[in-house]
């Protein structure tokens, strides 16, 4: 266990940090390249779109609805076991998937096993990054989530040749063992204490029940600036994860072949790795407040989703989705950063995991509808637009935020817990 009464903003930290790309990589990574395995499925059980974009969403959903769980558990037990524990049944719910016989049977392997495994990774990676930096907080977080741009890039192709070659029960248990790598990525995360703050074995079993009861009771959601930020990123989940689900599907419609179709995202997926680091290292660097350069972000990534539809040649669809990646990719850091600065690092662990559980509201929503208009108007024009719609709403939101309109560099809140109604 590190001791120190600052965050180090380096040694170690590092390593954190790799471990959080890692874990990127291997959640976001796959739920990224799932629309490759879309079409099959459909083709498979006969099903409808809406019906089959339920595993995915799913998944998104029980991922951030279980983020206070990991929240509580890491806690409690610390950030490492819990998130092996995650790469275990990540994997676990990807070899059950590889049996399945019907929707169901995915909407529970994949939907809810897999989703749980991503919920117990997620969080914790995330806020252990947040705890050791401070002042390259949001460069360090930038790089920590990248790694979904890259495993995107690599995996969407890689996942077609495994279901070209080995079909698609073959391929998922291939993506099975590449999920059991989260197991190694855990084992990096060493713990990071405040000074004075560790406590003995049989202390900490006292505290069980508080961590958990706090699931029940969670401060901040008396806290109106964390509720503010969080609704708007339920809006914004509602139509971000879209494309990843229906990008393929859609190109296929199109005419491309599969493989053309999954360059799409390919493409997007560098984007968004390139945005992701970007937007990071612009965020601490520009005379800019974060929440106005999130704002920016979330409105460009809305516009970008918007113009999808006019993409009916390849060279144009490929621009706008290139344009799409880079915008998503460089307001998730700025997401995380804000929470930060909104609750305090104390309190980083209870926000993130309170707000992914808001978010799955969203996430449950936002694919099913889109296949749902795709079923009825026949193309996923509709889907798109409604898509960017909610990001753009989502952007709106925020302007509701306390002192959102004042220019001033001014920390959002003291490391004291935050008060019901506190401001920015």
Wanted: proline content about 5%; aromatic content about 12%; glycine content about 12%.
């Amino acid at each position: 266990m590190v001791r120190t009464g600052e965050p180090p903003d380096g040694g170690w930290g590092w390593m954190v940090v790799l471990a959080g790309f890692l874990q990127s990589a291997l959640v976001f990574g796959v739920i990224r390249s799932f629309g490759v395995f879309f079409m099959e499925f459909v083709g498979y059980f006969g099903e409808l779109a809406g019906r089959v974009s339920w595993v995915t969403s799913i998944g998104i959903a029980v991922l951030q609805l279980g983020g206070p769980v990991g929240s509580a558990l890491s806690t409690q037990y610390g950030a490492r076991p819990v998130v092996m524990a995650g790469g275990f049944l990540s994997g676990l719910g990807m070899i059950l998937a590889s049996f399945a016989t019907s929707l169901t049977h995915l909407y529970l392997s994949i939907g809810l096993l897999s989703g749980l495994g991503w919920a117990l990774v997620f969080t914790p990676s995330v806020a252990s990054v947040a705890r050791y930096f401070a002042k390259r907080r949001t460069f360090a977080t930038g790089l920590a989530v990248s790694g979904a741009g890259l495993a995107s890039f690599a995996f969407s192709p890689l996942f077609q040749l495994l279901v070209d070659t080995y079909a698609w029960r073959g391929a998922l248990l291939v993506v099975a063992g590449i999920s059991f790598n989260l197991v190694a990525a855990g084992a990096l995360l060493r713990p990071l204490e405040p000074e004075g703050k560790e406590m003995s074995m049989p202390e900490a079993g006292w505290l069980r029940l508080p961590a958990f009861s706090s699931l029940c009771r969670p401060r901040l959601a008396c806290h109106r600036p964390f509720l503010l930020f969080a609704a708007a990123f339920v809006l914004v989940d509602a139509g971000y994860y879209v494309p990843y689900v229906h990008l393929v599907p859609h190109a296929r419609e199109l005419g491309f072949d599969e493989y053309r179709a999954a360059f799409l995202l390919s493409s997007a997926a560098v984007a968004d790795l390139c945005g992701r680091v970007a937007g990071g290292w612009l965020a601490d660097r520009l005379a800019v407040r974060l929440v106005h350069s999130l704002t920016i972000w979330t409105v460009l990534t809305g516009l970008s989703m918007l113009l999808l539809p006019l993409g009916q040649i390849y060279s144009l669809l490929m621009g706008l989705c290139i344009c799409y990646g880079f915008c998503a990719g460089a307001l998730v850091p700025l997401q995380f950063s804000g929470m930060a600065e909104i609750v305090g690092t104390g309190r980083i662990m209870e926000g993130i995991g309170l707000m992914q559980m808001m978010e799955s509201a969203g996430s449950l929503v936002g694919a099913p509808l889109s296949g749902w208009l795709r079923d009825v108007t026949g193309d996923y024009t509709a889907s798109f637009i409604v898509a960017g719609a909610f990001l753009l709403a989502g952007s709106l939101l925020l302007f509701a935020l306390p002192n959102y309109f004042s220019w001033t560099h001014s920390q959002l809140c003291s490391t004291d817990p935050p008060q019901p109604w506190e401001g920015l």
